[in-house]
């Protein structure tokens, strides 16, 4: 005699309709915080092109994020040729152009060094390299303007550009160890098969493959050198040399402050970094994802 039993499959949590709907709310839940995170991102920089349209009465009588009665876009062409803010740009384009450059490649031949070669001391450098991030910029403004006296870079790019490298190579190193110790081993030992020489494996082999890392450490490079004030306040006097950092003091006085002209000018300073952010964003996360992962 034969019975028929029911056979009650597994039930799993979360896999009903209300779990599905909870999926759901949770998606909708955190696409609205990071709306709400954007947005607030997004205000300050608003403010500050209201800001720049106004003139020293409007900054102060009318609410911060009022519409201007009449806008004031010549602000802006008093600042580019009145004010010498397109010098300025251009000194703060091509310093921080040069140091990033400089920064990264070497950064690059140590990690290459530590990484890939075996030899003595390559601990002790490397851990030279990282006491770095714990040196004070501030403190280091004394010994470097006396070394810099006496090599006679004071009032002299260089002298910005040296500190710029200098206080940048730690952090770039740090960022670039994790991914080079992911990079696999076999294509540079195929070319050494193949007859290449270190200076070719490097230069024609690990850099193409760290092109992502690569752009994300030249994008913080750029943020830091680009907004950096505290150097060429103290090492650069003449006028021709200044960044737009520094450039900024001009439109304060003594008795009298144009603020709308400071909202320009950092209006200004702002949309390079922006538009080099958004150019280089798909690079600058595949760069943090690879250079968090090893193996």
């Not at 002298?159 to 991914?179: E, K, Q």
């Amino acid at each position: 005699m034969k019975t028929d039993t029911a056979v009650r499959l597994p039930t799993y949590p979360g896999t009903g309709r209300g779990s599905a709907w909870l999926r759901r709310f949770g998606y909708v839940l955190l696409y609205f915080l990071l709306s709400l995170v954007a947005l607030l991102q997004i205000l300050p920089l608003v403010w500050l092109l209201l800001f720049s349209l106004k003139n020293n009465q409007e900054v102060f009588d009318m609410a911060p994020f009022s519409l201007p009665a009449t806008p004031r876009w010549e602000n802006y062409v008093k600042v580019w040729t009145e004010g010498n803010i397109s010098l300025y740009f251009f000194n703060s384009v091509w310093i921080t152009v040069v140091s990033v450059v400089f920064t990264v490649l070497f950064a690059s031949l140590v990690t290459f060094a530590i990484t890939r070669m075996r030899w003595k001391g390559r601990s002790l450098v490397l851990g030279l390299f990282m006491v770095g991030l714990m040196i004070p910029v501030h403190s280091t403004l004394i010994p470097l303007f006396s070394l810099f006296l006496k090599l006679h870079l004071t009032d002299h790019p260089l002298s910005v550009i040296l500190s710029y490298i200098a206080f940048n190579m730690p952090i770039t190193i740090m960022i670039l160890l994790g991914f080079y110790y992911a990079l696999p081993r076999e294509v540079e030992e195929a070319a050494v098969m193949d007859g290449c020489s270190v200076h070719r494996i490097f230069f024609r082999i690990v850099l193409p493959m760290t092109s992502s890392v690569i752009s994300t450490t030249a994008i913080i490079n750029m943020i830091y050198n680009w907004n950096e004030f505290i150097f060429v306040n103290t090492f650069i006097s003449t006028d021709s040399y200044k960044t737009l950092t520094v450039g900024v003091q001009n439109f304060i006085g003594q008795y009298t402050t144009d603020w709308g002209a400071i909202g320009a000018t950092l209006m200004i300073s702002i949309l390079p970094i922006l538009i080099a952010f958004l150019i280089l964003s798909n690079r600058i996360v595949e760069g943090i994802a690879a250079g968090s992962v090893k193996g």
